[in-house]
């Protein structure tokens, strides 16, 4: 984490570029969906009614006198597609513009390494070790018992 900040704070535009890259992941989710959706409408409905009633979703279609069983996800009355297409190609402008691509992978990838490192340094405790000798004696114990 220390490295990625130090990465962020080399280039601080990659921080924008991430949110735009994580909130297009999200909105497609459903559920992150339609969760931002109600609450950004409840939020502009205590402002402006008017725009509120605006950025409903369109009626739902009707196909042979039912509704359609399959419901598009709408955010702010617009269809889901375009919010994901927008936050991307915003995303995009930012990691080409602002050169920090790279120096985000490179924290990510030394961020991996030292993980790595303390994980095949590290002794394990007694703990793990009595764990260890458990299942080791209870696997030859099994073989004892087959015979």
Same mark, same amino acid.
């Given at each position: 984490m220390f490295i990625l900040g130090m990465g962020f704070l080399r280039k601080p535009v990659a921080i924008l570029a991430s949110l735009a890259t994580g909130l297009?992941?999200?909105?497609?989710?459903?559920?992150?969906?339609? @969760?931002?959706?109600?609450?950004?409408?409840? @939020?502009? /409905?205590?402002? #402006?009614?008017?725009?509120a009633a605006k950025m409903r979703p369109p009626i739902m279609p009707v196909i042979r006198g039912r509704p359609s069983k399959r419901r598009s996800i709408h955010i702010c009355g617009r269809p889901r597609w375009v919010f994901v297409l927008l936050f991307s190609a915003v995303s995009c402008m930012l990691w080409l513009t602002s050169c920090s691509f790279l120096t985000v992978l490179w924290a990510l990838l030394i961020g991996l390494l030292v993980t790595l490192l303390?994980?095949?340094? /590290?002794?394990?405790?007694?703990?793990?070790?009595?764990? @260890?000798? !458990?299942?080791?004696? !209870?696997?030859?114990?099994?073989?004892? #018992?087959?015979?």
């Open positions: 297009s992941i999200a909105f497609l989710n459903d559920s992150f969906a339609v @969760t931002f959706n109600e609450k950004v409408t409840r @939020t502009v /409905r205590q402002f #402006s009614p008017h725009l303390h994980a095949s340094f /590290r002794t394990p405790n007694l703990k793990a070790r009595l764990n @260890t000798f !458990r299942e080791e004696f !209870r696997a030859v114990w099994r073989n004892y #018992s087959e015979l």
